[in-house]
């Protein structure tokens, strides 16, 4: 039988999932211009596919139109390519809908530019493992575990190539079956877009292997996580780096130092935005190389805010490199979220002119609760429920969304959470590892 190519054109929503509808292929030049039916209350489908309350109930109608700048082509032989197409879901007179999680980041990306002449330049770094692998002690990092899973790295890398995504590394990780995929950073709305496409291409290839990728923040309660680290950096408009300064405190200029202080004075209200999952919370404890305060760090890999090493046998001069690394996050995010979040956070403290706060060189675990408060620093919120009451009652931070979204996010999350609960946590992880 003969099969005619169909296009998907996709939104990445609120729970992180890539949703949409298909089309022929034939009908790509008409999609472009009037897209695809979409209805408001899918904003509402959580992970599990329940629907959360929703102030859209049947009504409305709204339109996904995709974009062929953020497309995902992978061939497959003796078939039709499967295709993706991320785009924007508007109103039917063509007008942004409010809480398309695409138009909400293009919204913080050009507040950065507003507020301080700035263009975020970034990747996202991932972690994912295969599932049903066993524990295999001594494959971690080894030429063994590459070995075994070279095929599948090879296929992995040149697909990224092959959709425009520039390939860093590819690594066998800790965990049973768990690697780790870095790419080249780009700008503005497509270091989402490319975070997104690549997920996917994790999935898909895996699938060509007769495996399943899961990208669960945490596969039990004991295990190792899976999180993503977002790596960023400020240019200027003629497109030169904005993030170094030799003379300025820890090295970084002026806007650079304030965004960075923004992210950390409001993480502790957003929170819930890169670290939206139940089991989310298992992960960002101390000593698992995650985040568990809102802090600044020198190479180290449990600080909030990582400032990343330069190396001086480096082809690129140290300004190119010299970056800031985001680790309070998994890939329960919606990645649009996740960096709108971050940019607004960025831009608020640029606006606010704050101080740059000191990097901190030790374990804030072992401190008192006096003495956390008196470093300035602050526990990150160790429940979905918290980081929920705390994105809720921090005016500032709901401002930087459209009107409603707050609401909207927390009756999301909170519909999304009440399927799980009950559950004890190694069964919670089993429910998150099914849809991630």
């Not at 890398?157 to 790419?183: H, K």
Request: proline share 6%; with cysteine.
């Amino acid at each position: 039988m003969t099969r005619e190519e169909l296009i998907m054109a996709c939104t990445c929503d609120i729970a992180g999932k890539v949703r949409g509808k298909s089309f022929p292929a034939s009908q790509l030049e008409k999609r472009l211009k009037r897209g695809i039916g979409w209805t408001p209350t899918n904003v509402q489908i959580t992970c599990f596919d329940n629907i959360a309350e929703t102030p859209f109930g049947s009504f409305g109608d709204l339109v996904l139109i995709p974009d062929v700048a953020a497309t995902m082509r992978l061939p497959e032989e003796g078939a039709p390519s499967e295709v993706l197409m991320l785009g924007d879901i508007r109103h039917t007179d063509g007008k942004p809908w409010e809480f398309c999680t695409r138009s909400i980041l293009r919204d913080a990306l050009a507040r950065l530019e507003y507020v301080a002449g700035l263009t975020l330049n970034g990747t996202f770094e991932h972690e994912f493992q295969i599932r049903g692998e066993e524990a295999r002690p001594g494959t971690a990092f080894s030429s063994a575990g590459f070995r075994e899973w070279r095929a599948f790295g090879e296929t992995l890398i040149a697909a990224m190539r092959d959709n425009g995504i520039a390939p860093d590394t590819f690594l066998r990780e800790f965990g049973p079956g768990q690697f780790e995929v870095t790419m080249d950073p780009s700008q503005g709305i497509a270091i989402a877009d490319q975070a997104v496409i690549l997920r996917e291409l994790v999935h898909a290839v895996a699938a060509r292997f007769g495996k399943g990728a899961t990208f669960v923040p945490i596969r039990s309660p004991d295990a190792v996580g899976n999180g993503v680290h977002v790596h960023m950096s400020l240019m200027d408009s003629d497109g030169n780096p904005a993030t170094h300064d030799p003379e300025g405190k820890h090295e970084l200029s002026r806007h650079a130092g304030q965004f960075v202080a923004g992210i950390l004075k409001y993480l502790d209200a957003f929170t819930a935005i890169t670290a939206p999952s139940v089991v989310s919370y298992l992960r960002l404890t101390p000593h698992r190389w995650s985040a568990a305060f809102n802090n600044l760090g020198f190479r180290d890999r449990e600080a909030a805010l990582r400032i990343c090493p330069v190396s001086d046998i480096s082809d690129l001069a140290r300004a190119r490199q010299f970056h800031f690394e985001f680790r309070a996050a998994d890939a329960a995010a919606s990645p649009y979220l996740l960096l709108a979040a971050l940019v607004h956070a960025g831009a608020q403290g640029i606006e606010e002119e704050l101080d740059v706060p000191e990097a901190m060189q030790q374990d804030l675990s072992l401190l008192s609760p006096q003495d956390l408060a008196a470093s300035g620093h602050k526990r990150l919120p160790q429940t979905l429920e918290k980081a929920l009451d705390a994105f809720a009652a921090n005016d500032t931070v709901a401002s930087w969304f459209p009107e409603g979204f707050t609401d909207l996010y927390v009756k999301h999350k909170q519909g999304e959470a009440a399927i799980v609960a009950g559950l004890d946590p190694e069964d919670q992880c089993r429910r998150y590892e099914e849809v991630y």
